[in-house]
């Protein structure tokens, strides 16, 4: 099952935090579900050059934080902090369409907050981004897969690695899947810290897809963070009630 299935969603609650973080109510669930796609599905295609790792959509009443994480920063924040102001008129504009189109009144009050990438070969994204990038250059999918094998694994945090290419490599008439793999990959433990992502590049003779696995040793409960420290705080009952 453990190879099936999303490792990131395989880990849910255990290990791997929600990226929407919010309680709704049920009759408005869809209508900020789909919400949530839309500004996902913007921001990638708007900030693609900027290699975004990840998008949390938090919500509290009427505030709404979208926090993006990105290797490069400095693409989404511009000179002066313009791109960032930009950016947050229009996901504020498509926010609002949208809720104007299925019908819900109440506005949010917005914020964008940006923050680096820590270690890029250690964040599958990123990796799976950049041979996207590279495949859509016409490179040799087996130069840019052992490449990008070779710098992540010389990153300290990663303990080891797997990239899949899939599609017509090299123009052949017949799709088939290439792997490269380096170290462990323990896909059934629920404990190991593994990094998934996907990608697609658009090549002249159809659409690759890439997907990428690192993996950077367990977790252990006192290393693990507080993914459910905000429920807990909602739970704990109250003396002063």
Known sequence: MSRKINPKLFRL????QWDSRWFPKKKTLPKILEEDFKIREFLKKKLKPAGIENIIIERLGNELSINITTARPGVIIGRGGKGIDDLTKEVDSLINKHRKTVGLAEKVVLSINIS?????????QVVANLIAEDLEKRTPFRKVMKRMIDQVSKNKEVEGVKIRVSGRLGGADIARSEHLEWGKMPLQTLRADIDFAMARAIDTYGSLGIKVWIYKGQVFEEDKSDINKGLGEILRPRSDI
């Open 13 to 16: 609650g255990i290990t791997k």
């Open 116 to 124: 680096e990438v820590k270690s890029p070969t250690a964040s599958a």
